[in-house]
Each structure stands twice: as structure tokens, then as C-alpha cells.
């Protein structure tokens, strides 16, 4: 294979003709396991340990190291998923005659459901496997049940790959954790340029990268040649040949289409004064409806249909019933916000569909591929201020809203009309709002709204009505129907995990809670910053909605950087990629493996040209930083505790929600208030003890304590089922502020009364009446109380504020602790930090069970080399000879050096620094 490859290197460089593509057949893998069976007892106790026994008949002589995976499955789904290591000696297992593994002891989770289970156990790396039923007893612990996410990846050799994804976001791929410290790669269509970039990776040690841009990219727009396609195949073949894992993201559906602004308010002429045409210019308007209010009341007195001409105008033919002073407000179809480039409910999505299909049936992956990130856009970032127009979405609407509330009746009880009452579900799926207006004489903020498919309009009071959070919440939901369903299409021609980068605050699509084992698979953090603030920014929410999905997700940071993320910022006051091992590319990885990353991909790693700036986040710009990297990755592949480590996190909710705004989720009633809502900037907040907390749209995650504020209705109405069920099912709860429409929620509501006063911090709270089995926290000297618990559910009723920077006050925590971001995680990752006194820092690690050192040098010095040493090395590779080295700070002097991987120079020429030694063996 290698030699095809170099063949097709030379071609490529020497020749614009080539014969025709053909899809490569590849050599394949030979099955060491010709059959498994697997025993294990008929039924077991949750909690309980049992022994299971398994017969394996080799095919061939069987690889070192051989596992085993074990599956328990309900309903078609995984809800238990183990790796078995048994230890085993290849050369007394002979080929053709079955052998016997076990008793090999595993566990029963004890927080499955008691029930009947079909098993599914074989070898990783092996076709075949074995089947069979077992009976669990005990008692249910009531806690949720998540599927476990599994897949089976085959690659181009016909190799299968067993993976899952266990309930601390963690993926394991044939039986082993995959916690990869890597990066982007900028692809170019250069083969000289990608072939030395990957053989300067590979020097340095970087094996993780995922493709960003370049011939992967399945643009609907776009023929791609056979040449195209062979390029491709040959840089997959390369990366399979020398040793890399690697992704895949292709953002290829720049998909516009037409919809309406949301909640309306759109083009409008004021202070009209007689009746006649009223006219406002649009662009590329598709057809038009208005409405006419009074000013002077706020009173709406005239609905109609407007008029578009010329294709750049609409207008209305206003008839005023008396003299006065009006307002002419428009709602248009037309396209889409500039730069909105995310439609999927048209032609568009399903052409792309079939390219995608087209492109990946022309490549074959390898054994190096590991997942599909952002296969609709790049970043996306749906906005919730848009509402296609295109029937699907208003069909997909009216599905959601029946299966919500199952009869019209319930949805106009709901909703809340004034006047008329949607009559089916179909005119309420395709009902806009024209604009919100504040009705002077019935003093409440009226939405006015118009259904295409009935043809009416409507008015609701909008401070009461569930139309807007109905509206808000599908359309990040019909994203979610469109991310799961790409994510399938790609899985079924390459079984591998699909994930999206959380380019902003919480929001709907962003969880897998449909309770299946389809769909995506997980998030990526994009954070940037120094240190832990980086947290705050899309990224300890990110662990927050992992675990807010119904099945268990990857969590990794699939882009970061130091400093402020603004490339096109003619300052960021940072150097070329980062300032310091240690102090700042550590340290800010550090803070996100803190807040749950299980990988963590540095933002344009390595990329094409033209990268001069000297602030870039590119490494390879100052090669030495590679090894940074390279060193980090080893440190990840070691860490066995790393694993199962969840952060402590506390959730608040309901979810204060406007990604691309300040407003309030329940903008614009203030029926909830939350912290946070920013989401480049908080939206998260940390509580007193120094656990973040963090938005949820539900209550089902398992935490340590979720806060709640539902202030009155129509918050305290949408939310009301879900809080009480939590309470009686003893989930910690800390319901914070008021509690206005008391009766809606009476499994909370019975502990508060209608009266106020202000305590003697000055705080103004909702007075509180214990029961006899509460226990008072915070009262007034007058004896009012304004803060007790009873049971698992906590009440301080001070007046929360709705602003950025509020913090919950009081809470009742329990043992749960949060990580140091640094040294915490060193410890969690088995590094220890060396005090090599003021001219060099140090730290050691265990590689496969060989002590590693690395010691870099802050001014030119010399170190006798351990006797004991196994290997000394450079950053760059290269061997260190003798008994003594010399190490001399980098020179950091901007330059311009040229190399074939980077043709347009670097700025930091640290290729062949002697600043870094890199110790095996002892020190």
C-alpha cells in the first residue's frame, strides 16, 4: 500500500491528467476468531457481581492484548456496555480449537431497571459474537435510564471497530479510552503542503488532528473531479499508513431560504394620518400581511394582506376608522438574516443528503478514523429570531405541537386567544406573530398573530400565552430532527461518532433527549480564553447539556485558544499560539478537562498558508509548541482516572435561553429569572461553595442540586408537572425568589404565603411558613421566615434579580467538591510538577508505565544525563548524545523562515531548539 501511495504522490505533482477514479479495494483483514459463546448466569441481582464464561475458537493465532466486550440490551437499546481483559497467553491458544476465557467477573450496575436483558459479548476487532438472555431483580432506584451509545465502525480493510461512549463522556474505542490532545487541520489541495505538514506532526509526535476544509467538504454546488477524489483518498491513506487519528468536518450546507422575523415587529410606517396605500421597501419580499394600531390606545383596527411589487416592495391598503395618529406594521416572507446560512426545511437539505451519500461512497476511511464533526455548518448557531416559512417547518410544527398537547382544546387552553380559537393543529403550526403591542386600555402587552393555513389572524396576551415558548422550543428542536438525521445518513456508511461544536449558550438541538440510540452522538467546547474563565465561555454548559441528553454522549473541546478569539483583531495580546507550556497551554487545557473535555483539539493547529499574524492560535508557526502538544497527548493517554471523572455541577432551571441576545428566555413577561444568558460572555454562574452552575431545559440529569425559579405563570404553568415530579421523586431542589401564582404548583407553593417584608440585609423576600418537618435556615427577627429545607427540597424565597452576576445565596451543599483547574488536574492526570529551581521548570509523568521527564530550560544551562536514562531526546526528536546537554532558552525574535510545510515562512524559528529535554527512564 505504502508504494501505491508514493506512486500516486509522484503522479499527482507530475501530471494534471490521471486515468479515471475508481474506488480503491484494499487488502482484507483476516478474522483471528472464527466463533464466541458466551454463559452467563439466567438471572442476577443489581448491584451484584456474577461470573460469565466464554469459549473462543481462534481462527489464527490471536493478537496480545485481547478484550472483550460485554452489552446489555433492552428494547433493541444498550444500557450496560463493559470491556473484559482477560489474561491470556496467545501461543497456548491454537488455531482451530476452542478455548475457554473465564470465570471472568463483571458487575451489574445497580441503577438499570429489574427486567428481562438480551446480552452481546465478542472480541474487539472481530466479526462474530454471541447472544443471550439474562433476568435482573431488585428494586428500581428510580434514576434515569440512559442509553448507553455504541457503534461499530468497519474500515476500509473490513475491519470492524466496536466503540461506545460511557455515562462520563468519555469515548472508548475497541475496548481502550480515546482521549486525544490534538488539532485542526487546515487542509489544502497542495499534496507537497499536506504531506510535509502531517511529516512534521509526525515528527514531533502530534497523531490526532480532524480536517477542516479541503476536498472533504460535500458542497452541493460543487463537481469534484477524479483527481479530487484521489487526493483525498490519498491523504486518508496516509494518515492510516503513519500511525494518525483523525476526523472529518465538512460544513458544506451554505443553505439559505425565506422566513419571517420573530416575534415580529418588522417593517413599519408611523404616524399615519388618513387612509390610502401605505408602502415599505423589502428585500426580495415573498408576500406580506399587516396590521394597523392606534397609537394613541395601542389597539389594533385593521388586519389585511399586503400587496408585493416589483419584487422589492410591499404595501397596504389602510383604511383608518377615524381621524388620528396610527402605526402600519408589516410581517414579510423574505430571505433569511445575512449570514443565516443554516435552511434545512426545503429541497436544499435532501440534495445535500444525496451529495453527501454521493462523495463518502468515493472514499474508503481506515483504521485512524474516529469521528464527523459540524456536518451541516461550521459553528452553528441556529437564530431563534427567524421562522422558516417553508411548509415543512409549519408541517413539522403542528406534528410537535399534537404530540404536545394532543387535542386543540388543551393547545388554545395553552396559548390563551382572545376571540377566536385556532381550529386545528395544522393553522397553529403555520401561525406567525406579526408584532407585539401594548394595549394602553386593557394595560397587557398584546401579540398579534396570523396562520397562513387558516388564513386568520389572532391576538393573544402575550404574558400569559404558551405560543412563544411553544415557538422558540421547536425550532431549536426541528434543528435537532435535522442534526440526528445527517448524523445517521453519515452513520450508516461510517459507523463513527457525530458531534456538534456548542457555538452557544444551551439550546435544544444541542441534546439528544429523544430517548433513542440514533442520532448525534455529543458537543465540542469552543473556548477560548486563559485559564478557568474559559469555563464560561461554550464551555462548562457544554457538560451541562451532555448531560442533560437521554443517552450518554463525548464531550471534547473541539476548538480553544489563548486569549480572545478575534483572528481579524489587529492585537490579542497573546504570542504565536501560546505564551507558555506550562503556564498558559497547559493550564488553560487543564480548566477545560475541569469542566468535563475528554479531548481537547487546539484551534488551526497547523494550516495552509498565509497564517503571518503574530498573535495566531498556529502552532506550527513556532514549531516547538507541537511537542507541547504531542507531550500533552501522551499525559491524556496514561491518565486511567481521567476516565470516569465527572465534575461537580449544579443546574439551574428552567433554562434562561436567548443564544443571540440579552433578553430574558421568557422575554419579554419576566415570568423566571436566571443568571447567565450571555453566551459570550455568562452563561454559567458559580455558587458560593465554588461549583458552577449551569443552564438545563429539564430535570432529569442526575445532580447534586438543581435551582429553581418559576416566579408565575406562563412559566409556572409550562414547568409546573416536571418540578413536582422531581420533588416527589427526592431530587435536591433549591427553589429560589418568588412564587406569585401560588396553587399552580402546590408541592411548593404549600410552604409559601402572599405576604413580603425585608429581612435585615436588606434583602425584600417572600414570607414562608414552615412545616413540622422543616428546618429553618433564615428568618427575620420578627420570626419571618425566608429560608428553610425540608427533606431535599430547599426554599429561600429572597428577591432574585434578573441581571448578570446574580448569585444564588445560601444553598445547602452537599459533600460535593469542585477540582483545583490546575493542580487538581495534574493530580487527576498522574503529572507531577518539579521544583527544578529558577532556570528550568519540570514535570514527570508515566508513559506505559515509563517515568517520563521533561525539563525546559528558562536560561542557557547544562545537565548531566541520568545513568539510569533510557532515551534523551529534543522537542523535535532528535537524540541527545553524551553525558551532559546543554539546554538554551528558544530565541524568540521574529522572523520569516521558509520550509515546505510552511512555504510562506514562520514567525518563530524553534525547529531545532535545545530549550526542551525529554527524559525516559529515570531522573
Known amino acids: 500500500m505504502k508504494v501505491l501511495l508514493v506512486a500516486i504522490a509522484v503522479v499527482l505533482s507530475a501530471s494534471p491528467a490521471l486515468a479515471v477514479y475508481d474506488v480503491p479495494n484494499y487488502a482484507r483483514d483476516t478474522a483471528c476468531v472464527e466463533s464466541i459463546s458466551a454463559s452467563l448466569p439466567q438471572t442476577a441481582a443489581l448491584g451484584s457481581r456474577v461470573d460469565a464464561l466464554f469459549t473462543v475458537t481462534p481462527r489464527k493465532q490471536l493478537n496480545e492484548g485481547l478484550a472483550l466486550y460485554l452489552y446489555l440490551l433492552k428494547d433493541g437499546k444498550v444500557y450496560d456496555a463493559q470491556v473484559i481483559r482477560p489474561h491470556i497467553d496467545p501461543t497456548k491458544c491454537p488455531p482451530g480449537r476452542p478455548f475457554a476465557i473465564g470465570p471472568c467477573s463483571i458487575s451489574i450496575p445497580a441503577d438499570l431497571a429489574p427486567g428481562g436483558y438480551e446480552f452481546r459479548a465478542g472480541v474487539y476487532t472481530e466479526n462474530v459474537c454471541a447472544t443471550g438472555s439474562i433476568r435482573l431483580t431488585g428494586t428500581p432506584t428510580g434514576k434515569r435510564q440512559l442509553v448507553i451509545t455504541t457503534g461499530r465502525f468497519v474500515d476500509k480493510y473490513g475491519t470492524p471497530h466496536y466503540w461506545h461512549i460511557n455515562k462520563a463522556h468519555t469515548l472508548i474505542w475497541d475496548g481502550k479510552p480515546f482521549i486525544p490532545a490534538g488539532g485542526m487541520f487546515i487542509y489544502d489541495r497542495d499534496w507537497n503542503l499536506v504531506k510535509a505538514q502531517l511529516d512534521l506532526l509526525k515528527r ?54 425565506p422566513g419571517y422575523d420573530y416575534p415580529g415587529g418588522g417593517p413599519s410606517v408611523d404616524h399615519v394620518k388618513e387612509s ?9 419580499p415573498r408576500s406580506a400581511v399587516f396590521l394597523v394600531s392606534d397609537n394613541a390606545t395601542g389597539r389594533v383596527v385593521q388586519y389585511g394582506t399586503a400587496r408585493v411589487v416589483d419584487n422589492k416592495t410591499v404595501e397596504a391598503d389602510v383604511k383608518l376608522p377615524k381621524s388620528g395618529d396610527y402605526r402600519v406594521v408589516f410581517q414579510v416572507d423574505k430571505p433569511g438574516p445575512d449570514g443565516f446560512v443554516m435552511y434545512y426545511w426545503d429541497d436544499k437539505y435532501e440534495n445535500y443528503v ?4 454521493e462523495h463518502y461512497s468515493k472514499i474508503r476511511l481506515g483504521p485512524g478514523f474516529r469521528f464527523l464533526v459540524d456536518p451541516l455548518w461550521n459553528e452553528m448557531n441556529t437564530n431563534h429570531g427567524f421562522v422558516p416559512s417553508a411548509p415543512a417547518f409549519a408541517e413539522q410544527f403542528s406534528r410537535w405541537l399534537k404530540d404536545r398537547y394532543g387535542t386543540i382544546e388543551k393547545l388554545n387552553d395553552a396559548w390563551k386567544p382572545i376571540g377566536s380559537k385556532w381550529p386545528t393543529f395544522s393553522a397553529a403550526g403555520s401561525t406567525v406573530s406579526i408584532a407585539r403591542i401594548d394595549d394602553k386600555l386593557a394595560a397587557k402587552l398584546m401579540q398579534h398573530c396570523y396562520s397562513r393555513s387558516a388564513n386568520r389572524f389572532y391576538a393573544i396576551d402575550a404574558c400569559a400565552s404558551q405560543f412563544n415558548y411553544d415557538v422558540r422550543e421547536f425550532i431549536g428542536r426541528s434543528l435537532l430532527h435535522y442534526c440526528n ?9 461510517n459507523d463513527v461518532p457525530v458531534i456538534y461544536k456548542a457555538f452557544s449558550d444551551v439550546d435544544w438541538w444541542h441534546i439528544n433527549d429523544t430517548g433513542l440510540a ?19 465561555f461554550m464551555g462548562a454548559h457544554v457538560f451541562g447539556e451532555c448531560e442533560q441528553a437521554a443517552k450518554t454522549t463525548w464531550l471534547i473541546a473541539t476548538e480553544t485558544g489563548e486569549g480572545n478569539h478575534q483572528d481579524a483583531v489587529l492585537s490579542r495580546n497573546k504570542s504565536i499560539g501560546y505564551t507558555d507550556r506550562l503556564t498558559t497551554m497547559y493550564a488553560n487545557y487543564n480548566a477545560l478537562i475541569s469542566g468535563g473535555a475528554k479531548g481537547i483539539y487546539q484551534f488551526n493547529m497547523i494550516g495552509g498558508r498565509r497564517t503571518q499574524e503574530p498573535w495566531t492560535d ?14 500533552y497527548d501522551r499525559i491524556l493517554a496514561n491518565a486511567a482516572a481521567l476516565v470516569d471523572y465527572k ?40 455558587s458560593q461553595n465554588g461549583i458552577w452552575i449551569v443552564p438545563s431545559i429539564s430535570l432529569a440529569p442526575d445532580a447534586p442540586m438543581f435551582i429553581v425559579n418559576l416566579e408565575k405563570a406562563p412559566a409556572s404553568e409550562r414547568f409546573a408537572a416536571e418540578l413536582t415530579d422531581a420533588v416527589r421523586a427526592g431530587k435536591r431542589i433549591t427553589m429560589i425568589g418568588f412564587r406569585k401564582d401560588l396553587g399552580v404548583i402546590p408541592a411548593v407553593d404549600r410552604y409559601y404565603t402572599n405576604d413580603y417584608a425585608v429581612n435585615e440585609r436588606g434583602r425584600r423576600f417572600q414570607v414562608l411558613k414552615p412545616t413540622a418537618t422543616s428546618r429553618v435556615l433564615g428568618k427575620t427577627a420578627r420570626g419571618q421566615v425566608w429560608n428553610l429545607i425540608d427533606g431535599s427540597l430547599q426554599i429561600n424565597s429572597e428577591e432574585v434579580f434578573g441581571q448578570h452576576g446574580y448569585q444564588p445565596q445560601d444553598l445547602v451543599t452537599g459533600s460535593e467538591k469542585s477540582l483545583d483547574p490546575y493542580d487538581g488536574v495534574f493530580d487527576l492526570l498522574g503529572v507531577e510538577l518539579l521544583d527544578l529551581g529558577p532556570d528550568l521548570t519540570g514535570f514527570k509523568f508515566e508513559d506505559n508505565g515509563v517515568p517520563t521527564t521533561v525539563i525546559t530550560a528558562r536560561s542557557k544551562i547544562t545537565l548531566r544525563v541520568p545513568k539510569d536514562a533510557t532515551d534523551c531526546r529534543y522537542a523535535n526528536g532528535y537524540k541527545a548524545n553524551g553525558a551532559e546537554i546543554t539546554l538554551e532558552p528558544v530565541n524568540r525574535m521574529l522572523t520569516n523562515a521558509h520550509y515546505d510545510w510552511a512555504p510562506d515562512g514562520i514567525l518563530i524559528d524553534s525547529l531545532n531548539t535545545t530549550e526542551t529535554i525529554i527524559i525516559t527512564g529515570a531522573y
Open 204 to 257: 514531533y509526535g502530534v497523531r490526532n488532528i480532524y480536517l477542516h476544509l479541503g476536498v472533504n467538504q460535500p458542497y452541493p454546488w460543487k463537481d469534484y473531479s477524479d483527481e479530487d477524489y484521489r487526493f483525498f483518498q490519498s491523504t486518508i491513506d496516509y494518515l492510516d499508513d503513519n500511525g494518525f487519528t483523525y476526523g472529518i468536518e465538512f460544513q458544506a450546507l451554505e443553505a439559505k431560504g
Open 276 to 284: 390610502g396605500v401605505v408602502r415599505v421597501e423589502v428585500k426580495e
Open 354 to 357: 444525496a451529495k453527501v451519500r
Open 485 to 493: 438525521d445527517i448524523a445517521d445518513v453519515f452513520k450508516q456508511l
Open 518 to 536: 440514533s442520532g448525534h452522538d455529543g458537543l465540542g467546547m469552543e473556548s477560548y480564553g486563559n485559564g478557568e474563565p474559559m469555563l464560561m
Open 618 to 631: 498556529n502552532l506550527s508557526r513556532d514549531p516547538r509548541q507541537l511537542e507541547w502538544l504531542a507531550t
Open 647 to 686: 465534575p461537580a455541577m449544579y443546574f439551574r432551571f428552567p433554562a434562561q435561553f436567548n443564544p443571540c441576545s440579552m433578553g430574558l428566555y421568557s422575554e419579554p413577561c419576566g415570568d423566571f429569572y436566571n443568571m447567565g444568558g450571555w453566551w459570550w460572555r455568562e452563561p454559567i454562574e458559580r
